[in-house]
């Protein structure tokens, strides 16, 4: 017989798009799933949207929730599953209708523990790579660096979404979302769950469709939250390098990066004033921050901007309010 799939969704809000997301789940041609459907506490009409589903597909079982968010909403689905794979999907995305039976096969014939497949973006078509229908295998080193190096479209690239788990994983290791980390819990969750797995297989062939929207956490302007990327970095380097000590400058390198460019984002959102959110991200970044900038393919205006900014927000602002009132004065002279 088949093995069971668990398949968890976390739905907030998302009554625009969760039909598209269901139905491509519920049409998969691998049919032996258990979906679980976790309404965050929405506002709209998502969840009876997701009512509405379960009473028609039994493979659905729906839990409303007080909103708690997605890690919240993710914990509570991995205690409901009972499936010998786990696999998350977001609620604002699609697959294929093939993608289970794909990824489930992968895992079978390899004995995998974790098992990965390509994506789109925006049902963009991504570019093939060489080798492109071979299943390959990958160590655990590998899957941690590519998963910080941020390779565009790598199917290792810090989600879960196109990725199916063997949930003895979880059950072996204790592993779960840390709920006190609003952005970047998913790449905590899975540098656990690559540390804690054997072999793990991929095939860039795209089957899951990955929709970057404007409403989405990593899309929206700088928040004080966002600061919590900074622990779920220092989280993964305290697992991962005592076993693999080089891949500590590829973690301490992607928290620089980070918090290079919630500074920029910070910058620009004029409304945001946590000095203390400020404060962290420059201290994160003391030691290694003028060869960051200085070493990206910003404009000369913009780093100068970038460092003024990270030693002083208030005067930069001052700055920079003077700056503009004088070159709308320029402009009406003309």
């Not at 072996?172 to 769950?193: A, K």
Request: net charge neutral; charged share 25%.
């Amino acid at each position: 017989m088949d093995p069971l799939i668990s398949v968890i969704i976390p739905v907030y809000n998302a009554e625009g798009y969760i039909r598209k997301c269901l139905d491509s789940v519920i049409g998969q041609s691998y049919e032996n799933l258990e979906i679980i459907v976790i309404d965050d506490g929405s506002t709209d009409e998502s969840g009876n949207i997701c009512d509405e589903y379960g009473k028609k597909d039994a493979r659905i079982r729906v839990l409303h929730k007080g909103n708690g968010g997605v890690s919240t909403a993710r914990n509570l689905g991995l205690k409901m599953a009972t499936g010998k794979y786990v696999g998350f999907v977001d609620s604002d995305d699609w697959i294929e209708k093939d993608m289970y039976s794909f990824l489930v096969s992968m895992a079978e014939a390899n004995d995998a523990d974790v098992a990965a497949c390509g994506y789109y973006i925006n049902d963009d078509s991504p570019p093939m790579q060489d080798n492109e229908c071979a299943t390959q295998s990958m160590s655990q080193e590998a899957a941690i660096q590519t998963s910080f190096l941020n390779v565009s479209r790598f199917c290792f690239y810090g989600a879960l979404w196109n990725k199916l788990f063997r949930s003895d994983i979880f059950k072996g290791n204790g592993i779960e979302f840390d709920e006190s980390i609003s952005v970047g819990e998913d790449m905590l969750f899975l540098s656990q769950c690559i540390m804690g797995s054997g072999k793990i297989v991929y095939s860039p062939i795209p089957k899951y469709h990955y929709a970057c929207n404007e409403m989405g956490v990593t899309s929206k302007p700088f928040y004080s939250q966002k600061v919590s990327m900074l622990k779920a970095l220092d989280k993964i380097e305290s697992i991962v390098t005592p076993k693999y000590p080089q891949l500590a400058p590829v973690v301490h390198q992607r928290s620089i990066q980070t918090s290079c460019n919630y500074l920029r984002q910070a910058m620009y959102n004029k409304s945001f004033n946590d000095y203390e959110a400020i404060r962290r991200l420059r201290d994160n970044i003391k030691k290694g921050f003028v060869g960051v900038v200085m070493g990206s393919d910003l404009s000369l205006k913009d780093k100068i901007k970038l460092m003024l900014f990270s030693t002083s927000p208030k005067i930069y602002r001052q700055i920079n309010s003077k700056y503009k009132a004088v070159g709308a004065v320029l402009k009406r002279e003309k």
